[in-house]
């Protein structure tokens, strides 16, 4: 993890100022101590502070400082990569099977519309907009797919419903799609203000946030676990580890079954009014059918924050500047190639099988892992999930498949190719595109 590009993204410039926090000094007690100021963490220690358990958050650097201070804001209540009735489906009997596969696929078909009314209930500041999120289509050959998940997710009671290319394009204000959809519940915020304002109430209801606070050992002492950073420990009975993507040493083979995947970001100066009224005019967030992800959403001032990956890190600056300047004169003409002042990035976990990883580590020590890009409103909604296991929730009551910690063979090579994964998406688009000319 880089402060710097964490410090140097457009989130951060424009962010509400985080809560004054310090690092962890000496021992402390707590009902749980939470490894990670991500929403995740931060949504567990609200919710139990709300419920008036005492909550500690251990967090290395700084509050949003992981993937949930990188973002692109899109608060999206979809899986990415697999359906959800596929998901239901392949949920192993000795994790609760189809009813609690798709127990998870309802928590995500509700997961933006619970992260919105949380907003709302807490007056949280965070140029939230609820205007929907599109998935526009990119070639005639994934019409069908989009039509599947209308109907995946309409089962599941989601505001979802298919675009026709007109309507698509008023939507958008691009012509550069055929057909897509809709889902009403989705929307998008500011990611690091969004972070920042979790930590901020759950402050003020009690949780305590350690910044600067590695979490380095995690033992039982006494019946307890005790979480050790450099200058201090927390003595806890229970402990939520969510570290995600950013996931380090801390619990052995934890970070082994996960993928950290560079994904870029970047904002631009504020397009002219005239400019930005034709942006995504419908709609508050989209991202599209491609392997290599077209994604876009306005700022409150304005500003066009897209961005994508790369197969190659090297240069990536000036590399990223010409290729998404490019992307961006393709779908939005009307844009042209708008100047990028500033360029970050950050961690995305992905899992092999796509799915979300929960994991019971030992008595009540929980964690979770695997948003593969989808994770604002998941992530929001696992920390509450967590948080009520905490309280005494049996585990087979959550929504949650929990699953044996189970590392991927030849990890160290796989994270250093897993950005290769790109070259083939492209591969696969070009073909796509290819096929309509
Ligand atoms: C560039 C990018 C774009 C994305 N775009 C979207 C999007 O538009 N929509 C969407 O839904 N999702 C998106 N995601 C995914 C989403 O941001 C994440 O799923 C979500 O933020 C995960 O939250 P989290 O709290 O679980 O983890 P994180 O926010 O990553 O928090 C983990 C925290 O743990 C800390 N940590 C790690 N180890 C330790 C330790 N030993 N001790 C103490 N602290 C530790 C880290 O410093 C970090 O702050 C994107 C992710 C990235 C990186």
Same mark, same amino acid.
């Given at each position: 993890m880089s402060d710097e590009i964490f410090r140097n993204s457009f989130w951060y410039a424009d962010a509400p100022a985080a809560p004054a926090t310090q690092a962890l000094e000496g021992e402390a007690t707590a009902d749980v101590a939470i490894v990670g100021?991500?929403?995740t963490g931060l949504s567990c220690a609200l919710h139990l502070a709300e419920r008036g358990a005492r909550a500690i958050v251990l967090e290395a650097d700084e509050i949003g400082s992981g993937a949930s201070g990188r973002n692109n804001g899109q608060v999206i209540p979809t899986f990415s990569r697999i359906e959800p009735d596929a998901l239901a489906d392949s949920t192993p009997p000795e994790q609760g099977g189809r009813a609690k596969g798709e127990q998870l696929a309802q928590l995500v078909a509700d997961s933006a519309a619970y992260t919105f009314d949380l907003i709302r209930a807490h007056g949280l500041d965070c140029d939230a907009e609820q205007r929907g999120w599109v998935q526009p289509v990119h070639s005639p050959g994934r019409v069908k797919l989009a039509e599947r998940r209308v109907a995946a997710w309409a089962r599941r009671g989601a505001p979802v419903e298919m675009l026709d290319r007109a309507s698509t394009e008023?939507?958008?204000? /691009?012509?550069?799609?055929y057909y897509g959809w809709v889902n009403r519940s989705g929307g998008r915020v500011q990611p690091l203000a969004f972070c920042r304002e979790l930590a901020r109430v759950a402050m003020a209801k009690g949780a305590q946030v350690f910044t600067g606070s590695r979490a380095t050992a995690l033992q039982r002492q006494g019946g307890r676990w005790r979480v050790s950073t450099r200058r201090g420990a927390v003595l806890a009975e229970r402990v939520v580890i969510a570290t995600n993507a950013y996931t380090d040493g801390l619990w052995p083979r934890l970070a082994r079954t996960i993928f950290p995947v560079n994904s870029y970001q970047m904002a631009s100066v504020p397009l002219p009014d005239e400019v930005r009224a034709t942006v995504l005019p419908g709609v508050s967030a989209c991202s599209d059918t491609q392997g290599d992800l077209h994604f876009f959403r306005l700022t409150a001032d304005g500003r066009l924050v897209t961005g994508g990956g790369l197969v190659f890190p090297y240069d990536y600056a000036q590399r990223l500047r010409r290729r998404?300047?490019?992307r961006v004169a393709r779908v939005y003409p009307q844009v042209g190639a708008p100047k990028f002042d500033f360029i970050?990035?950050? /961690?995305?976990?992905?899992?092999l099988d796509a799915r979300p990883h929960a994991h019971e580590l030992a008595p009540g020590v929980l964690a979770w892992l695997g948003c593969n890009g989808r994770g604002i409103a998941l992530a929001t909604s696992v920390g509450a999930q967590f948080a009520r296991a905490c309280l005494g929730t049996p585990l087979g009551e959550l929504p949650l498949p929990f699953s044996p910690v189970s590392p991927v063979a030849g990890h160290a090579i796989g994270r250093r190719i897993a950005s290769l994964a790109l070259a083939v998406f492209r591969w696969r688009d070009k073909r796509e595109f290819k096929a309509l000319q």
């Open positions: 100021a991500g929403y008023r939507i958008t204000g /691009s012509r550069f799609w998404i300047g490019e970050w990035h950050g /961690s995305v976990g992905v899992t």
